[in-house]
């Protein structure tokens, strides 16, 4: 990997650092992105709550045989690098756009995850949050009656408050961001490594290719995650 000296050097002095990651980062362990060929939306319209409304049992059992591939699949050297990272930079969290735990299980002990958990599920009237559920027809609530949804957030749904807010401020204080796999489409997530960066923070993206957020980022490294990131750890040691 050709890396700049003067980069190199940036990454060491920082003290606090985060990383945005997207499906990207999970594509080497054969988890589809959402966009490009082979794409989880190429040739489908991306799920919202309209359509949930409309069909919500077709979208339950989407979104179980979903998690059934995701369950399948292991954390691949991109997901074992960020959790590395937390050796080298104090609080490193992980703000992740993805929804399939795999930074939590490569070891990751500060993830935000801001759409949601593939595994966690919620009433659609109440909110009560429910853990995995394997039924191939639409449950119920128990406390309201209401429909059970995963607690993924789709189009037009506001992003988990808390998560939100939490990712931001890490954003405005962190001195360095990492922007993993994403195409940066995606708001409001997308928005998150330009305050980094208007707060003075020096931003890296880490992408197999240019991406609308790559000519505001201070410094793109184009491959696969899988391999950059490792390599870029072991020279941070
Ligand atoms: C590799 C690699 C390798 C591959 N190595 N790299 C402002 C302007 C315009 C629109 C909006 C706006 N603000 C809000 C919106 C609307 C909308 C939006 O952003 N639309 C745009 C697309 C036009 N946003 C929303 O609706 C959000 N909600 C919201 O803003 O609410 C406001 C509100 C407030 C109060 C009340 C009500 C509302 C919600 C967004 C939800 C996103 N949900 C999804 C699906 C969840 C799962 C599910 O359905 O089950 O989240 S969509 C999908 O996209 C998924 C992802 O997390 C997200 C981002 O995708 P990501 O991760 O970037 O993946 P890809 O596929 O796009 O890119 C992969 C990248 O990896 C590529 O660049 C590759 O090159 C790269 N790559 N292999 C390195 N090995
Ligand atoms: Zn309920």
Not at 54 to 65: D, F, I, L, T
Not at 111 to 118: D, F, S, T, W
Request: proline share 5%; glycine share 6%.
């Amino acid at each position: 990997m050709k890396i700049d000296d003067e980069v190199l050097k940036k990454i060491k002095s920082a003290k606090t650092a985060f990383a945005l990651t997207g499906a990207g980062s999970s594509a080497p362990s054969g988890i589809p992105t959402f966009r490009g060929s082979n794409g989880f939306w190429t040739d489908k319209t991306p799920f919202d709550v309209e359509e949930f409304n409309k069909n919500p049992q077709k979208v339950w059992e989407w979104h179980c045989e979903i998690r059934e591939m995701i369950k399948k699949k292991a954390p691949n050297p991109s997901h074992f690098a960020l959790a590395n990272m937390q050796t080298v930079f104090r609080n490193f969290v992980v703000v992740t756009q993805n929804i399939d735990n795999l930074h939590q299980k490569a070891g990751s002990n500060r993830v935000i995850e801001l759409h949601g958990n593939i595994y966690r599920n919620k009433c659609n009237d109440c909110g009560k949050i429910f853990g995995e559920i394997n039924s191939k027809k639409i449950p119920e609530c128990d406390k309201c009656g209401g429909l059970i949804r995963p607690d993924v957030v789709w189009f037009g749904e506001p992003l988990p408050y808390d998560a939100l807010i939490k990712a931001r401020a890490y954003a405005e204080s962190s001195e360095l961001c990492f922007v993993v796999g994403t195409s940066g489409v995606v708001q409001p997530a997308a928005s998150i490594p330009l305050i980094s960066k208007e707060k003075g923070a020096f931003v890296i993206e880490i992408n197999r290719e240019k991406t609308v957020l790559s000519e505001y980022v201070d410094y793109s490294i184009f491959g696969d995650a899988a391999v950059i990131l490792p390599e870029l750890y072991e020279r941070l040691l």
